[in-house]
């Protein structure tokens, strides 16, 4: 696939997405968002990807926010229908039903935490910058910010750094959650890599299902998201998959899950 601010190259079931406009840092325009879902609808339906993983270009930033040009010139109605399209973009990483990870190779604000967040898991260098920054330029998240970051890190910090729009280091984004896991730079893929080797080794369907729990039950009363638990349980347990997996836990060897 071929685009205009992104690379997007798959390898042995991983799809690796750089965002790629490292002179503006970057920044999501108008057409990078165009980009996004075209590639996060291709990573969805291409049966070879099981994992996909962002990053930006550069060793300086991950996505560092909107591209403030094209803020700058919103009306009410624009600014609208722009939250809108970025909220749409972003659903459509949170919904693919494949894991997701974003590698945060340096700054993470606005508009690049926001779709960091919608990721199902980060890692990031110890030397990147996370914030939602919106609020020093007179406006605030519009891309599920204000909903993802409560949801992940609790309402105190998401109130904690919407309110300030300060920005924070990745240690401490990873004291409050944010970031699963933090790596030297030099070891931020190699490190992030080994994540994924990992989630590769586990049964694609039973991973759909574990996310979809997650996500869908995050929604609901505790009680009924138990319900989705027992019924997605019960769903696994009729796939080749789950055969398979047990089957080779009793054979002490390692199982050769064929995602069906």
Same mark, same amino acid.
């Given at each position: *696939? #071929?685009?205009?601010?992104?690379?997007? $190259? =798959?390898?042995?079931?991983?799809?690796?997405?750089?965002?790629?406009?490292?002179?503006?840092?970057?920044?999501?325009?108008?057409?990078?968002?165009?980009? !996004?879902?075209?590639?996060?609808?291709?990573? &969805?339906?291409?049966?070879?990807?099981r994992v996909l993983v962002i990053t930006g270009a550069g060793?300086?930033?991950?996505?560092?926010?909107? $591209?403030?040009?094209?803020?700058?010139?919103?009306?009410? !109605?624009?600014?609208?229908?722009?939250?809108?399209?970025?909220?749409?973009?972003?659903?459509?990483?949170?919904?693919?039903?494949?894991?997701? =990870?974003? *590698?945060?190779?340096?700054?993470?604000? %606005? %508009?690049?935490?926001? !779709?960091?967040?919608?990721?199902?898991? &980060?890692?990031?260098?110890?030397?990147?910058?996370?914030?939602?920054?919106?609020?020093? !330029?007179?406006?605030?998240?519009?891309?599920?910010?204000?909903?993802?970051?409560?949801?992940?890190?609790?309402?105190?910090?998401?109130?904690?750094?919407?309110?300030?729009?300060?920005?924070?280091s990745a240690e401490e984004a990873h004291r409050v959650g944010?970031?699963?896991?933090?790596?030297?730079?030099?070891?931020?893929?190699?490190?992030?890599?080994?994540?994924?080797?990992?989630?590769?080794?586990?049964?694609?369907?039973?991973?759909?299902?574990?996310?979809?729990?997650?996500?869908?039950? #995050?929604?609901?009363?505790? &009680?009924?998201?138990? =319900?989705?638990?027992?019924?997605?349980?019960?769903?696994?347990? #009729?796939? #080749?998959?789950?055969?398979?997996? *047990?089957?080779?836990?009793?054979?002490?060897?390692?199982?050769?899950?064929?995602? &069906?």
């Open positions: *696939m #071929s685009y205009e601010n992104l690379l997007l $190259d =798959i390898q042995d079931g991983v799809a690796h997405l750089t965002i790629n406009r490292e002179a503006k840092l970057n920044a999501l325009n108008a057409q990078t968002l165009t980009d !996004l879902a075209d590639a996060f609808d291709h990573c &969805r339906e291409n049966e070879s990807v060793d300086k930033a991950f996505v560092a926010g909107a $591209d403030i040009k094209e803020l700058s010139t919103m009306t009410p !109605l624009s600014a609208k229908e722009l939250a809108y399209r970025g909220q749409q973009v972003f659903a459509r990483v949170e919904h693919m039903g494949k894991p997701t =990870i974003a *590698m945060i190779n340096g700054f993470a604000l %606005g %508009g690049g935490l926001e !779709l960091a967040l919608a990721c199902n898991l &980060r890692t990031a260098s110890t030397k990147a910058k996370l914030g939602l920054p919106e609020v020093s !330029l007179g406006i605030i998240p519009g891309y599920g910010g204000t909903q993802r970051l409560s949801r992940v890190a609790g309402p105190g910090v998401a109130r904690e750094w919407i309110l300030t729009g300060d920005m924070f944010i970031v699963n896991r933090l790596f030297a730079p030099d070891e931020l893929r190699e490190g992030t890599m080994k994540m994924v080797e990992t989630i590769l080794s586990r049964g694609p369907v039973a991973l759909r299902f574990a996310i979809e729990a997650i996500s869908r039950g #995050s929604n609901m009363p505790q &009680r009924e998201g138990e =319900i989705l638990e027992c019924d997605l349980f019960g769903l696994a347990a #009729s796939t #080749s998959d789950m055969k398979e997996g *047990m089957a080779a836990f009793l054979e002490k060897r390692k199982p050769e899950f064929q995602g &069906r």
